[in-house]
């Protein structure tokens, strides 16, 4: 069974940091590129950042840019998002996708919330 579960979100004040994590089970993770997107109240789900599937390439919306960091560890099946100096603007419903290299699959999470609130 194909799963990928988010975890790491939370309430943060602007200016904080999160790391969010996504746990993938049930496919060839390490053959999978992974990218985070975000989807605010009333707006278009967003790609945030991607990282390719050895983890050698990465690349970022520009609002992510310099503040966030994607990476994989595919030992653990799991990707990372590092978020910091975070903004009220970045507050979000973020979700971890996974496309296979080779099969064109596509497999989502179920997304975590952040919220940047003072």
């Known amino acids: 069974q194909v799963q990928l579960v988010e975890s790491g979100g939370g309430l943060v004040q602007p200016g904080g940091s999160l790391r969010l994590s996504c746990a993938a089970s049930g496919f060839a993770f390490s053959r999978y590129a992974m990218t985070w997107y975000r989807q605010a109240p009333g707006k278009e789900r967003a790609l945030v950042a991607t990282?390719?599937?050895?983890?050698?390439?990465?690349n970022y919306a520009d609002s992510a840019k310099g503040r966030f960091t994607i990476s994989r560890d595919n030992a653990k099946n799991t990707v990372y998002l590092q978020m910091n100096s975070l903004k009220p603007e970045d507050t979000a419903v973020y979700y971890c996708?996974?496309?296979?290299?080779?099969?064109?699959?596509?497999?989502w999470g179920q997304g975590t919330q952040v919220t940047v609130s003072s």
């Open positions: 990282i390719s599937s050895g983890g050698y390439n990465t």
């Open positions: 996708n996974g496309v296979g290299d080779y099969s064109g699959r596509s497999h």
